[in-house]
């Protein structure tokens, strides 16, 4: 029997993963992947400054105990004695002041030593009044033990919460950080999305020591030992069917004919490479259908610590980022060198001009706030500093949005859709993108 030619449009976590399992399979599998690199919003940067590369996130991840396709891979790849679990200090800001939003049981308790969960922990949330603050803790432990979202269908996270733990904790502590990932779009985020991260997310927090960029190296270096090929900076610029099969033109004009075609590019994208060739009415319903943010992440290397948190959530008004992520108050600074690495996050409109300034320009716009955080801040002892920037990088969850995403078989013979905007109801993520990618790699 010939063997089976498969194209897969994306080399990020999704696409690599579905070109393993297709490549194993006995596919000739070719991954096309606009970026220079792959690993898409996954990708990493040598963030070192002599001698061997030391790769970093562009953007910070985590995962948590209960990304179980990702630990799975992890240990598939050989790589499981190189994970890292933690709890490293999660806080808030609110009203100037960092407050500590994860606990440890006091010694004497029977769960001594043990962390508890985010939505307890905020007991002990001082500029919250004691009685929002337990109406808030059962809110989360409602979450908590609510086993399915479906009861929840319709509804907005906005509308729900505040109703469940009242408009103060909702005002104080929710809404920031609804207002801080979706911007003005906070309003319509399904209520699904918001149980979803209470249920599903533990305090327990993992990273692979050196980077997820090993585990992607070890799934591409697999893929191409099976047969597989990966072309970077190859931009799939048409899509046509024809009765040879699915043909795919790159931006440099090269075309080649497939058997059939995984697309893990935006719905956007698609709906542009494949134009004249989808009826109109599936272009209408779909062009536009999920709208997304962009993300930002400001990289900052130091010789000392920036705080003493891991991650902090902005959440008074006014400042121009969202959250702080000390890297290495999870990681050692030994592992990159001595340095100390701060993420400043940020979620924006796509068109944003924050986008498209440099990384002195936002250093320079963002000192005065990381001196109000830390007052010994001083942007002149700042080692190194980089910015990267994504558009498709958080789809707006809406309160209809599973009527809102195409079906992974698409009118097209041959040509199938899966993108991160299809993990519903999750934040999206790594595992997320891990397990889609294997069920698509089943359904081909
Ligand atoms: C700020 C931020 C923080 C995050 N934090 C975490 C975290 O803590 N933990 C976690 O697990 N996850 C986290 N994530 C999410 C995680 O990075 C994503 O869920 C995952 O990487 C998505 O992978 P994907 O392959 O589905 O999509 P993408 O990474 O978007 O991959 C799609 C790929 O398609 C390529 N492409 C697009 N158009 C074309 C074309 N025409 N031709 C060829 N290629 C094309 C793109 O270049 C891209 O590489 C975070 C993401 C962001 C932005």
Redesign the pocket.
Known sequence: MALLKTAI?????????AGLRRAEAGDLVTI????EQ??????SFNVGTVGEPVML?K??????RT?RD?IRLVAEMGLDSEMVWGTPPTCTLWDGKIYRMDGVFAAGSPFAGTHFDTALALLNFAPLPFLDRVRFAAMGAKLKFTDSHEGFAGQTAAQWARREAGDTAFERVLLPLLRGKFGDRYSEIAQSWLWSRFHERTQQLGYLRGG?DRLYAEVARRFTEAGGVIRTS????DLRTGAGGVTLT??DGAAETFDRVL????TN?FL??AAGELPDDYVVKYRGAVDYLA???LVLSFAESFGSFYWLNVNDAGYPFLALVEHTNFLPASDYGGQHLLYV?N?LPQNHPLLSKSATDILSQFAPFLTKINPRFDAERVRGVHSFA?T???PVVTADYAERLPPHETPLPGVFL???AH?YPQ???????IR??ERMANLL
């Open positions: 449009v994306g080399g990020g976590v999704l696409g690599l993963v096309f992947e606009a970026g792959i690993g898409g919003l996954a990708g996130e953007f910070y991840h985590h995962i948590f990304d990702i997820f190859a931009s799939v610029a790159t931006q697309v893990t590019a935006p994208a542009t490479m993300a930002h992440c996050g979620y994504a498709h990088a958080q899966a993108n991160m993990v934040d999206r993520g790594q595992n997320y993108s889609l990618g």
